[in-house]
């Protein structure tokens, strides 16, 4: 359980669901992990879960569509832990639900900011501290939604399809450079995301289940999972690779 130890992990998005339980299982693998986070009060709470099984954790308020943040957070990191060897770009949310002509241009501008522009920023200043070390891993967080069409999710869909086309595009400019970038397409994962796109009713946990193959809802701990093996030595020959996790939604 020692994978990651001497290794610097920055994982935005840390303070809640996928990030957090991903931080939690970089640490346990004795990273020191780096959250980053505009809910500060979510983002203490992961870093009090790794202190307390013994882990390294630092925070950092850094909203992702900032470029001044996600500039500053970074240095923070290898400020805090001399080098940066590992990132998992996370932070994301989704759109209100609805067809293409309900969407106004804010909402569709704030989800492309949010979840492409993001892991454009984040590798952008992340890259240059990995290649000082000769090398490193970064995963993106794209989505089922980034390799199929969905009903009344337009904007959402086409910046999870744009996250899938950034890491692909950014593999094949590092990968001779030891820089190796993938991206993770979870499906429908148990987090506050899902409650909110479910309405946070019963029936719409219902109707989200029923189109589940699998016949249950995905958990953190198995993105976590796929994000570790990713980032991993295991994974030296994976390269710009777009990993679903989706108990076969998108089969
Ligand atoms: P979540 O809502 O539980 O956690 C998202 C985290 O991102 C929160 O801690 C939030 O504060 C943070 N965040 C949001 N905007 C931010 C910003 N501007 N700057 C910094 N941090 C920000 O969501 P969940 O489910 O853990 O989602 C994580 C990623 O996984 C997202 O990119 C999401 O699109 C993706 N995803 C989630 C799925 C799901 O079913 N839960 C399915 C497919 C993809």
Redesign the pocket.
């Given at each position: 359980m020692t994978q990651f130890a001497g290794k610097t992990a920055f994982v935005?998005?840390?303070?809640?669901?996928?990030?957090?339980a991903t931080a939690v299982a970089f640490a346990r693998e004795k990273a020191a992990v780096v959250l980053?986070?505009?809910?500060e009060r979510?983002?203490e709470e992961t870093a009090r879960l790794i202190r307390d099984s013994g882990g390294r954790a630092v925070t950092v308020h850094?909203?992702?569509?900032e470029e001044d943040?996600v500039r500053a957070a970074v240095r923070r990191a290898v400020e805090e832990f001399g080098r940066l060897d590992i990132a998992f770009n996370?932070?994301?949310?989704?759109t209100s639900l609805g067809p293409l002509d309900a969407l106004n241009v804010d909402d569709f501008n704030g989800v492309m900011?949010?979840?492409v522009k993001?892991a454009f920023l984040c590798m952008k200043y992340e890259i240059p501290h990995m290649l000082e070390n000769g090398g490193g891993a970064i995963v993106n967080?794209?989505?089922?939604?980034g390799v199929i069409g969905i009903k009344n999710q337009a904007a959402?869909s086409a910046a999870?399809h744009a996250v899938i086309g950034l890491t692909r595009s950014a593999a094949l400019d590092y990968a001779d450079r030891g820089v190796r970038i993938n991206a993770v397409?979870?499906?429908?994962?148990?987090?506050?995301?899902?409650q909110?796109?479910s309405g946070g009713t019963a029936e719409g946990r219902a109707e989200m289940l029923a189109e589940e193959p699998i016949g249950r809802?995905?958990r953190?701990e198995e993105?976590a999972s796929a994000v570790l093996w990713l980032c991993s030595d295991s994974a030296g020959f994976a390269i710009g690779h777009a990993l679903v996790m989706d108990g076969g939604h998108t089969i």
């Open positions: 935005t998005g840390a303070a809640n669901g996928i990030g957090r980053a986070d505009i809910n979510g983002n850094c909203d992702v569509r943040d996370n932070a994301g949310r989704e900011d949010v979840n993001s967080t794209s989505s089922g939604a959402y999870k397409c979870p499906g429908i994962i148990a987090t506050d995301m899902m909110r796109v809802f995905g953190p993105i």
